[in-house]
């Protein structure tokens, strides 16, 4: 059971984050007696709403957990400040496209995150990022990445993997996104570990099997809870990390 031993009004909230907004879901997770709660769930329909909806749950002390990388692998960056089309792309492939939190996540738990320098997940990233830059500007806040596991200083946000949360608790990681009795029956084991560590309510539970969205969101605030306790996997080299991004994903003794 996790108990996260914190002040009672720090709030973390779950962004799957996805280029379409019907396909966002988020979670508002709060702290009763430093359990933490899932209070309310929601899935996207508009960006103007998520980004309201993200606003009122807000408070002055908040942890935004996001499902998206929000930055790119450094040797990509470096090769493309001065390409011109036409000439040779120095570099191992994997170095350009792969971020050292992705080999770390890779090697620590066998599930290989997207390359955000390749994959399509760069549109999510650049949607995740116009997502936290317009939280800045509305609520007048500087909304900085956290970097200290074990604590949040007013508003901040940090980049989860639910895939990784799972694969760290050693539950089933794929196959329970879709539809149809299978996967349902899937979503359902996973609703009862979850439920292990985070209070849900009957219907934050059911909203979770009837939508991976919603999982994930809260898969997204249980990371979250992680980063507030301090068992997750920091960076060797935070001056990287804070180029590239980091993954934070449950793992003691790294």
């Known amino acids: 059971m996790l108990e996260l031993q914190r002040p009672s009004d720090i709030r973390v909230?779950?962004?799957?984050?996805?280029?379409?907004?019907?396909?966002?879901?988020?979670?508002?997770c709060t702290f009763t007696r430093g359990r933490p709660r899932v209070e309310?769930?929601?899935?996207?329909?508009?960006?103007?709403l998520?980004?309201?909806?993200?606003?009122?749950?807000?408070?002055?002390t908040t942890l935004i957990a996001v499902d998206a990388p929000?930055?790119?692998?450094?040797?990509?960056?470096?090769a493309l400040a001065d390409h011109a089309a036409g000439e040779e792309l120095w570099g191992n492939a994997n170095r350009l496209f792969r971020r050292t939190t992705d080999d770390v996540v890779a090697e620590a738990l066998g599930k290989r995150p997207l390359d955000v320098g390749a994959d399509r997940i760069a549109r999510t990233a650049h949607t995740a990022l116009g997502f936290v830059g317009r939280l800045r500007d509305?609520?007048?806040?500087?909304?900085?990445?956290?970097?200290?596991?074990?604590?949040?200083?007013?508003?901040?946000?940090?980049e989860v993997y639910p895939a990784g949360t799972l694969a760290s608790r050693e539950l089933p990681y794929s196959g329970y996104k879709g539809a149809g009795s299978k996967v349902t029956a899937l979503r359902e084991r996973?609703?009862?570990?979850?439920?292990?560590?985070?209070?849900l309510g009957d219907e934050v539970a059911e909203a979770m099997i009837q939508s991976d969205h919603?999982?994930?969101?809260?898969?997204?605030?249980?990371a979250g809870c992680d980063f507030l306790q301090g068992t997750v996997m920091a960076?060797?080299?935070?001056?990287?990390?804070?180029?590239e991004g980091w993954i934070w994903v449950h793992g003691v003794g790294r």
């Open 214 to 222: 919603v999982l994930d969101a809260v898969l997204c605030a249980l």
């Open 235 to 243: 960076p060797d080299d935070l001056e990287l990390a804070k180029r």
């Open 190 to 199: 996973l609703v009862a570990a979850v439920a292990e560590e985070i209070t």
């Open 50 to 60: 998520i980004d309201e909806q993200v606003g009122q749950w807000m408070s002055a």
């Open 40 to 48: 309310e769930v929601a899935v996207g329909k508009s960006w103007p």
């Open 13 to 28: 909230i779950g962004v799957d984050c996805a280029t379409q907004p019907r396909n966002v879901g988020l979670a508002l």
């Open 70 to 78: 929000l930055g790119w692998p450094l040797p990509l960056s470096q």
């Open 138 to 158: 509305a609520r007048r806040l500087p909304i900085p990445l956290a970097w200290e596991p074990g604590w949040v200083h007013g508003v901040a946000a940090i």
